[in-house]
T-cell receptor, first 111, second 114 residues
Framework: KQEVTQIPAALSVPEGENLVLNCSFT??????LQWFRQDPGKGLTSLLL?????REQTSGRLNASLDKSSGRSTLYIAASQPGDSATYLC??????????FGKGTSLLVTP | NAGVTQTPKFRVLKTGQSMTLLCAQD?????MYWYRQDPGMGLRLIHY???????AKGEVPDGYNVSRLKKQNFLLGLESAAPSQTSVYFC?????????????FGEGSRLTVL
């Protein structure tokens, strides 16, 4: 069974810092990896999707990388802002239809 | 531009009562999913559907039933609610032509079983 781990569980940084969130998975036979954002009391919003054949994806201040062979992905957030405060979840899709989610990293960006 | 809509958003049930959660999507997506989210457990897949008239079990299907009679709707039923089913339930869909595996989530339905 695919296990997805996110480290750290919580992170607090001052505004303006660049930061990295980590995601690791146990089975490298994945179809894609997705990063989501979840605000308190809300649903998940897709941020980036990386296909298994890709190494990275970028959207604005966000950059996600994928190293399938080592079972790792990172989400890089440049010049963090208080509005980036949320929980960030990583999920991997194997051969089936379902995504396996990590438990998330709770990010707080302080002014 | 509604996306994925879940009703109701909040519900309180007594043990043994039944209820249905409704999920509707307006993106013509083929695939729909029901997840539950619990503190310390993350999101876990309950049931999913790969098209109208189809359903399949996910990781934690016991105590739930689903139906997909119309492509745009995916219903999650609890026949006899138990306190262990207290959770936040999320519906999601995927199957867009540009990014077929990108998931779109609803806002969630918070269920409390007393």
């Amino acid at each position: 069974k695919q296990e997805v781990t996110q480290i750290p569980a919580a992170l607090s940084v001052p505004e303006g810092e660049n930061l990295v969130l980590n995601c690791s998975f146990t089975d490298s036979a994945i179809y894609n990896l997705q990063w989501f954002r979840q605000d308190p009391g809300k649903g998940l919003t897709s941020l980036l999707l990386i296909q298994s054949s890709q190494r990275e994806q970028t959207s604005g201040r966000l950059n996600a990388s994928l190293d399938k062979s080592s079972g790792r992905s990172t989400l890089y957030i440049a010049a963090s802002q208080p509005g980036d405060s949320a929980t960030y979840l990583c999920a991997v899709q194997g051969s089936g239809y379902a995504l396996n989610f990590g438990k998330g990293t709770s990010l707080l960006v302080t002014p | 531009n509604a996306g994925v809509t879940q009703t109701p958003k909040f519900r309180v049930l007594k043990t043994g009562q039944s209820m249905t959660l409704l999920c509707a999507q307006d993106m013509n997506h083929e695939y729909m999913y029901w997840y539950r989210q619990d503190p310390g457990m993350g999101l876990r897949l309950i049931h999913y559907s790969v098209g109208e008239g189809t359903t399949a079990k996910g990781e934690v299907p016991d105590g739930y039933n689903v139906s997909r009679l119309k492509k745009q709707n995916f219903l999650l039923g609890l026949e006899s609610a138990a306190p262990s089913q207290t959770s936040v339930y999320f519906c999601a869909s995927s199957g867009g032509t540009r990014t077929p595996w990108e998931l779109f989530f609803g806002e969630g339905s918070r269920l409390t079983v007393l």
